[in-house]
């Protein structure tokens, strides 16, 4: 199994920007497709934006589209989500996630996990 760190959240004024990252161990990184979620407060864990595993394919949520970028750098096995323009809904603990499938938009396709971290941003 994969064991995936996330970093870089934190707080921010809405309209900042923040750029998280997530750390995989597997030395076949490269033949992961990736995906963000996220989970607001009291409510379900919701993709955010996905990315194939040769990355020549990107996917986004709608509530996100045109305001992020998810990248990869398979040398230092590293995904990226660059966020700009955020929002007080975009509050949320932000996950990444790795699967085989090429599904990426489903949540029940990513089959492990990082223990997420905490972006809020204030009004």
């Known amino acids: 199994q994969v064991q995936l760190v996330e970093s870089g959240g934190g707080l921010v004024q809405a309209g900042g920007s923040l750029r998280l990252s997530c750390a995989a161990s597997?030395?076949?990184?490269?033949?992961?497709?990736m995906g963000w979620f996220r989970q607001p407060p009291g409510k379900e864990r919701e993709f955010v934006a996905g990315?194939?595993?040769?990355?020549?394919?990107?996917y986004y949520a709608d509530s996100v589209k045109g305001r992020s970028t998810i990248s990869r750098d398979d040398a230092k096995k590293t995904v990226y989500l660059q966020m700009t323009s955020l929002k007080p809904e975009d509050t949320a603990v932000y996950y990444c996630?790795?699967?085989?499938?090429?599904?990426?938009?489903?949540?029940?396709?990513?089959?492990?996990w990082g223990q997420g971290t905490q972006v809020t941003v204030s009004s």
């Open positions: 597997l030395r076949t990184f490269s033949s992961l497709s």
């Open positions: 996630a790795s699967t085989r499938s090429g599904i990426l938009l489903q949540r029940s396709h990513y089959d492990s």
């Open positions: 990315i194939s595993w040769n990355g020549g394919s990107t």
